[in-house]
């Protein structure tokens, strides 16, 4: 029960409200009347103070309160709604005492307030609601966490602050309510989000819905969540990737689609994997990964300035310029540049795994080569791609959707977008052959194990839909997550995304 876990201050509060229901004043009352948030009633009393006026009376505000300095007759508090704080002024000759003296003894911090008066301007310069009367609208019977003293203008005053990660991430409410910075984090993620809708959008593209529930998983390498649909009697899994549909899409005659949603992958959580997270994913006929370079440098870098009003960011203690165009390196050339291996000399598995016992770095046998091809990347080049870069031409043997390099059957168009020695998203020239599609899954399905995440199931009617014919096609998945994690600079994805998957605690 909530009231069994209450500490003595918890208590206390829960007095106070029990005292307000029983003279009669409810406590959660069902309406508010407020006219104005607290941006607006500043914005109000400027260009009231420009026609030469020193009072707008007649404004109702709430808000949850952050500050209360008492000092007797009269008592200044801030209070707090999405759009910002602003000062109360509460004073004897016009609440008389018994109503300062109500204040005073049943309103604490983080209660929520109704507040009506004039607006003014004190004689420190700090405009402000002269109150008139005021109301309590939701009393917080939990006090906010970790009071501190702070001084402002000479007095000193107590805030609510939390700083905790884990206290912060598990109860992102009070995370919210107390650090109006993290606040600015979700306002930039909505921003980026609509940056890139309105790139997509004036492109000509259109915004779809995809299956979260599909009966074959796929579309990338992962393992999924499973779950079992009971009147139907059939397994389904929650989507890894929104690939195979939306490329369905590009068969029958929409040239231009893209969605952005969430995707599930049954993998670990690190500070750039949750198992539910936001992805775009975009496909394009009649282009190929080059034109996907040209989109994801434009929107990217559009997104950063619309955000910013320039094109760098800070990540990591670095430095990164988004500025286009971006570099164009191939996994070929890099390992040449920063291992000293040209994977040309390693024509099979088997040589490749030589190379890496070599050079002491861990691999499991029996993999295919471009796996292991996998493994020299992320020991060589990834970490050293800051600026941002296209890592281009991946082995064909783990790009099953992605079409070859003209004239280069181990190889594929596809690259991989890497800013901060992160991988920020994956694009293909997209394979359009059904015969080839279909020869690729079941050499997945004979070369891998099957509990491979890197395994690919068959999926006979995607299969048939490019035997109706798929033009040449571009497209490409981004981490929204990741995306806005990079450009606010922050160094984990439990940050950028509200409610993080986190570990159960027992009896919680």
Excluded at 40 to 51: I, N, P
Excluded at 114 to 135: C, K, N, W, Y
Aim: glycine letters at 8%; a negative charge; aromatic letters at 10%.
């Amino acid at each position: 029960m909530l009231l069994d876990d209450f500490s003595e201050l918890e208590n206390t509060r829960l007095e106070k409200m029990l005292r307000m229901r029983d003279e009669g004043i409810e406590p959660y009352p069902t309406r508010s009347a407020k006219n104005m948030n607290n941006a607006e009633a500043l914005k109000a009393f400027e260009a009231a103070e420009v026609g030469g006026k020193t009072e707008v009376p007649d404004i109702v505000l709430a808000g949850r309160i952050r500050a209360i300095r008492d000092m007797g007759k009269i008592c200044f508090a801030h209070i707090e709604d999405s759009s910002g704080k602003i000062q109360l002024f509460l004073r004897v000759n016009e609440l008389g005492e018994e109503k300062l003296a109500s204040f005073i003894r049943d309103f604490d911090l983080g209660d929520f307030i109704q507040a009506s008066g004039a607006l003014t301007r004190t004689r420190r310069g700090e405009i402000t609601l002269m109150v008139h009367d005021f109301v309590m609208l939701a009393k917080a019977l939990y006090q906010l966490p970790a009071d501190k003293d702070q001084v402002i203008d000479g007095e000193t005053v107590r805030h609510s602050v939390l700083t905790d990660p884990e206290t912060r991430y598990r109860q992102r409410y009070v995370d919210l309510a107390v650090n109006p910075e993290v606040r600015e984090i979700f306002k930039a993620r909505a921003k980026i989000v609509d940056t890139v809708r309105e790139y997509l959008d004036h492109r000509g593209y259109i915004e779809v819905e995809t299956p979260i529930l599909q009966p074959i998983y796929g579309g990338a390498a992962a393992r999924p969540f499973t779950t079992y649909h009971n009147q139907l009697h059939q397994e389904l899994f929650l989507r890894i990737s929104f690939e195979l549909y939306l490329k369905r899409l590009i068969v029958g005659g929409m040239d231009r689609v893209y969605e952005i949603g969430r995707d599930f992958r049954n993998e670990g959580v690190s500070f750039k994997h949750n198992p539910e997270f936001t992805q775009l994913e975009l496909y394009e006929a009649y282009t190929d990964y080059h034109g996907m370079m040209r989109i994801a440098e434009e929107m990217i870098s559009q997104c950063a300035y619309e955000l910013n009003g320039h094109y760098l960011i800070n990540y990591d203690g670095h430095e990164i310029d988004l500025t286009p165009p971006w570099p164009r390196l191939t996994i070929r050339q890099g390992l040449i540049d920063f291992a000293g291996i040209d994977i040309v000399d390693y024509p099979t598995a088997e040589a490749l795994e030589s190379l890496l016992k070599e050079r002491e770095i861990p691999f499991k046998p029996g993999v295919p080569r471009g796996k292991l091809i996998g493994i020299l990347m992320e020991e060589y080049i990834e970490p050293r791609l800051i600026q941002p870069t296209f890592l281009c031409n991946y082995p064909r043997d783990i790009s099953p959707l992605a079409k070859n390099v003209p004239g280069d059957p181990s190889t594929v168009e596809r690259f991989e977008i890497f800013i901060g020695g992160v991988e920020m998203g994956n694009a293909f020239t997209e394979l359009n052959d059904p015969i080839e599609q279909e020869k690729r899954f079941m050499e997945m399905a004979s070369a891998y194990a099957a509990d491979d995440e890197e395994q690919h199931p068959m999926d006979h009617d995607f299969v048939r839909a490019l035997a109706y014919g798929m033009p040449p096609t571009g497209g490409m998945g981004i981490g929204i997550d990741r995306l806005v994690m990079m450009l606010t600079g922050k160094n984990t994805l439990r940050e950028v995304i509200l409610f993080p998957h986190l570990r159960k605690i027992e009896d919680q």
